[in-house]
């Protein structure tokens, strides 16, 4: 798929404020810092569209970006940042989920693991959650260019292997990516394309 156009919408805590078009979307989600905002970036080619930053909690709400007129990229908070407050947290937490359990344009979500770390049970209970809820989801490895390849692969089956020991059935479908080198930007767009047509 071509991205001819990126455009940022809007930004909001309220689902119901969101975007009131039926288009489909595709939602970024996973640990603060693990690289959601530069993803986007990354697969509009464009590189401040969404706002990145070395320092956790950068963004902190729901942002839609416009692709090529048809359909939206979401942009959201990460979860499992330390030095937000309990309260912000919890707000977070409630739309985060409300996101999640009532936008009905939501075709399919990534949850983005940095390829480095061993699974974490934040990520893991998210997985679990989304899979309880019925909510559609694949896996994006971030920061590949932080590996070699083999150590990629070791990495990648070795927690696919946990997740197939611990509740799942099947390996959810996944992605190995790289920002700074565009590693998995073709793969990750067609699959944007297929999902859409199921
Ligand atoms: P929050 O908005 O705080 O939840 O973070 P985020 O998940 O959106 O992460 P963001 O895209 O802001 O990136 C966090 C840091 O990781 C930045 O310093 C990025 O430059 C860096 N980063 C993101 N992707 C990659 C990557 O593929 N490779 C490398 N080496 N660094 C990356
Ligand atoms: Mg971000």
Known sequence: MKIKSADFVMSNSD?????????????????????????INMLTDKKNLAKTSG???????????KINENWFLVDLPGYGY????????????????????QRQQLVCSFILIDIRHK????????????????????????????????????HVTDYLQ???????????????????????RDELLAYIDAVNLE
């Not at 997740?163 to 590693?183: G, R, Y």
Request: hydrophobic share 35%; proline share 8%; glycine share 6%.
């Open 162 to 184: 946990h997740l197939l020991n611990d509740v799942w059935e099947e390996a959810p479908q996944c992605f190995i990516t790289s920002s700074s080198k565009k590693t998995g």
């Open 82 to 101: 330390a030095r937000v407050s309990k309260k912000d947290k919890k707000t977070f937490q409630k739309y985060i989920t409300n996101y999640f359990l």
């Open 15 to 39: 689902v119901a404020k969101c975007p009131n078009e039926p288009l489909p979307e595709y939602a970024f989600i996973g640990r603060s810092n693990v690289g959601k905002s530069s993803l």
């Open 119 to 154: 699974p974490q049970p934040i990520d893991l209970e998210f997985m679990q959650w989304m899979g309880e809820n019925g909510i559609p989801f694949a896996i994006v490895f971030t920061k590949a260019d932080k590996l070699k390849p083999l150590a990629i692969q070791r």
């Open 55 to 65: 320092r956790p909690g950068k963004t902190q709400l729901i942002n839609h970006f």
